[in-house]
């Protein structure tokens, strides 16, 4: 993929809203133009890993253009698609074996979407235990994690990496609270010793 084209870091989560519906939630921001945009709904029938793969989803197809993106998510399911499941089920017209039958992929109609995405889209996945910071501040509804689920925190303070910060870059910041996803702008990524490595 060419160098200039535009950078995003996409963070991922799902959460349990003030009336106990689950729903997706991403946000994507510009590291070359520092705009975010946030955005979360409900799925009609989904949960757990369903509603993890619309996050991602809905972000990637939230793109305008050709980019290069740093997927930040805490969904193992995710991570493990991402890291070989698409194109091991692509090769397999989107089947595998299950007790000695070949059946559809759990989830192919998103994993096809992800699938194109990732033909347009240079993605990185950089899985983390995360903190997110409630949904209300974009919404005004009081958003808890779901159960047993990662969350996510965006940190707006270090969103913008300066001119001399080549590549997106994730850290996990031990705070009194937890542990925190931020922006990471070292000048030498690669010998930070805080940049998230997957």
């Keep these: 993929m060419d160098a200039d084209f535009p950078r995003h870091l996409l963070l991922c989560e799902t959460l349990v809203d003030s009336v106990g519906a689950a729903r997706w939630r991403f946000v994507l921001h510009s590291i070359d133009s520092g705009q975010t945009l946030a955005a979360s709904d409900h799925e009609p029938d989904a949960e757990g890993q369903r509603l993890e793969l ?7 197809e939230a793109l305008a253009q050709p980019s290069r993106v740093a997927l930040v998510s805490g ?3 995710v991570r493990r698609g991402l ?4 194109a091991a089920w692509r090769a397999a017209r989107w ?3 299950r007790f000695g039958r070949l059946v559809l992929v759990r989830d ?3 994993w096809r979407r992800v699938d194109r995405a990732l033909e347009i889209h240079q993605v990185e ?5 995360i903190a997110t910071a409630p949904a209300e501040e974009e ?6 994690p779901v159960p047993s689920q990662r969350r996510l925190r965006f940190d707006r303070s270090h969103a913008v990496a300066p001119d001399s910060f080549r590549e997106p870059a994730v850290m ?3 705070g009194r609270r937890g542990h925190s996803v931020r922006l990471s702008a070292p000048r030498d990524a690669a010998h930070h010793p805080l940049v998230a490595a997957s």
Excluded at 54 to 60: K, M, S, Y
Excluded at 125 to 129: F, T
Excluded at 139 to 144: C, L, Q, S
């Design 108 to 110: 192919h109609d998103l």
């Design 75 to 77: 969904s193992d399911y």
């Design 83 to 86: 890291d070989g499941g698409v």
């Design 54 to 60: 619309w996050a991602v989803v809905r972000g990637l």
């Design 139 to 144: 919404t005004g509804e009081v958003a808890r």
């Design 125 to 129: 996945h950089r899985g983390a235990a």
């Design 172 to 174: 996990i910041v031990r």
């Design 95 to 97: 089947k595998w074996e």
